[in-house]
T-cell receptor
Framework: DAGVIQSPRHEVTEMGQEVTLRCKPI?????LFWYRQTMMRGLELLIY????????DSGMPEDRFSAKMPNASFSTLKIQPSEPRDSAVYFC???????????FGPGTRLTVL | QQQVKQSPQSLIVQKGGIPIINCAYE??????FPWYQQFPGKGPALLIA?????SEKKEGRFTISFNKSAKQFSLHIMDSQPGDSATYFC??????????FGTGTSLTVIP
């Protein structure tokens, strides 16, 4: 099993640009989570999906952030326009209903200049 | 509002020592308390977890102690090794898959 796959692993962009982060969950998992990790705030849940449907997006910081899950094997997190304060590591995780363990991807380190 | 409060922020111990990381929560509806371990450049990975119907759980050198009345739980690492150097996160959830994570503890085990 390849685990949760995220791309790109590193992204450097300039303020105002659109950024798209991608995630492929573990096959068969029906929950998908997007987290942001910073030194100041630790791991923050941004949004999570169940069976491709967004369940709770209360953690999405601003309207500049949006997430989609068009099918069971793919999700995107988009930031438009990006700002320097969005610089962080973004993790995607997936889990299987009935099993509380979340499996995290390797993360995308985003730097907005 | 931080649902789960974790301390200390960082910890340095000698090899063989027993680092202890503490977490506290307020919501008594939480029913699942995992600890995740994260190495640099990697995503967090489940280390050990406990439910509130038991007061202690051991897996190898890792032990969770759970105090339901105090709404606190802690991670103990017995005979710590340099390879245990990592960031540790506690978390809590309510019957769903939504986790509330602590802010993390950076552990360094000195050889």
């Amino acid at each position: 099993d390849a685990g949760v796959i995220q791309s790109p692993r590193h992204e450097v962009t300039e303020m105002g640009q659109e950024v798209t982060l991608r995630c492929k969950p573990i096959s068969g998992h029906d929950y998908l989570f997007w987290y942001r990790q910073t030194m100041m705030r630790g791991l923050e849940l941004l949004i999570y999906f169940n069976n491709n449907v967004p369940i709770d997006d209360s953690g999405m910081p601003e309207d500049r952030f949006s997430a989609k899950m068009p099918n069971a094997s793919f999700s995107t997190l988009k930031i438009q326009p990006s700002e320097p304060r969005d610089s962080a590591v973004y993790f995607c995780a997936s889990s299987l209903r009935g099993n509380n363990e979340q499996f995290f991807g390797p993360g995308t380190r985003l730097t907005v200049l | 509002q931080q649902q789960v409060k974790q301390s200390p922020q960082s910890l340095i111990v000698q090899k063989g020592g027993i680092p202890i990381i503490n977490c506290a929560y307020e919501n008594t509806a939480f029913d699942y308390f995992p600890w995740y371990q994260q190495f640099p450049g990697k995503g967090p990975a489940l280390l050990i977890a406990i439910r509130p119907d038991v007061s202690e759980k051991k897996e190898g050198r890792f032990t969770i102690s759970f105090n339901k009345s105090a709404k606190q739980f802690s991670l103990h690492i017995m005979d710590s090794q340099p390879g245990d150097s990592a960031t540790y996160f506690c978390a809590a959830s309510i019957a769903s898959n939504q986790f509330y994570f602590g802010t993390g503890t950076s552990l360094t085990v000195i050889p």
